[in-house]
């Protein structure tokens, strides 16, 4: 098939409206795809404007309500979808006995319903297409917390991604769709715009914070791969890999 007449790849991220969705989202965008960007405020973005290409859908992704519109959504403007980037994530570092049921119930809602609830309808479209492809956003400090980083409600949700995205891979591999995971160390978002990025350098064996760019490559790498199937890339600059730096 030659490039003009390839059918237009159709994704989906959440958590869009900032930081590595939307550097996602406008890479995606750039590539040619048809893109279904959600978060809670996306329609307020500033960075990213309805189009025949982009569909914004608000909506809090751990409601299965709102994974329905942005199923919905995406089956209605493109007819299939490609790709479902689990990205939507929050963070709250507390010590362990301080975090509230209120923390737990928001941790949990956007960091594992989030995930769960648009994975379920994605599925179901892409088993209808016999193909698609998955990805969830993880942390590196589920496999290396470090002592005096109190994180243990991040690891809980976000631990789950890889082991989610592996039981995936493997249930749905006759129908065509792959499951990966992309573990990140600390990366230059504004989610750590009030945090010193001196320290938080210092969690990095490569003594740098990871690049939204850098993400969005191996986004694509994914993409291509089509034998990479339950794998867990990730850009922390070798921070799970030693014990010490
Ligand atoms: N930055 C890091 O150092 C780092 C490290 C490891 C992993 N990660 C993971 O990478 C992902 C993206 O992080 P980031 O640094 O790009 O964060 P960010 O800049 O704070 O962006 C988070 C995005 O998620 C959206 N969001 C939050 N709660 C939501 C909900 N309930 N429903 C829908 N959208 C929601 C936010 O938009 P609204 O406020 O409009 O909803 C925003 O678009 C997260 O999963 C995070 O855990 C980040």
Redesign the pocket.
């Known amino acids: 098939m030659s490039a003009n007449t390839r059918q237009k790849q159709v994704a989906i991220v959440?958590?869009?409206?900032?930081?590595?969705?939307?550097g996602m989202a406008r890479a995606l965008l750039e590539h040619g795809y048809g893109v279904v960007a959600?978060?809670?405020?996306?329609s307020k973005s500033k960075d990213l404007k309805p189009s025949a290409d982009l569909v914004l859908v608000d909506?809090?992704?751990?409601k299965k309500e709102?994974a329905i519109k942005v199923v919905d959504a995406a089956v209605k403007q493109f007819g299939r979808i490609d790709l479902l980037v689990n990205?939507?994530?929050?963070?709250m570092a507390k010590p362990f006995t301080d975090y509230t049921p209120e923390d737990f119930e928001t941790m949990i809602?956007?960091?594992v319903a989030?995930y769960f609830f648009i994975t379920q309808q994605v599925v179901a479209q892409m088993r209808k297409q016999k193909s698609g492809h998955i990805v969830g956003?993880?942390?590196?400090?589920t496999d290396q917390p470090l002592a005096g980083a109190p994180i243990s409600l991040?690891v809980l949700t976000?631990s789950t991604i890889p082991a989610f995205n592996r039981a995936l891979a493997m249930e749905y591999v006759a129908d065509g769709i792959r499951a990966n995971t992309i573990s990140?160390?600390?990366?230059d978002?504004?989610?750590?715009a009030d945090d010193d990025h001196e320290v938080l350098k210092k969690l990095n064996p490569a003594g740098r914070l990871?690049q939204v760019s850098e993400i969005v490559d191996a986004l694509f790498y994914l993409q291509s791969a089509t034998m990479v199937n339950g794998e867990n890339i990730r850009i922390d600059g070798g921070a799970h890999a030693g014990a010490k730096w």
């Open positions: 959440t958590g869009a409206s900032s930081g590595i969705g939307l959600n978060s809670r405020t996306i909506g809090d992704i751990g709102t990205n939507a994530g929050i963070y809602g956007t960091n989030g956003i993880s942390t590196a400090l991040p976000k990140l160390g600390v990366v978002t504004p989610m750590h990871v």
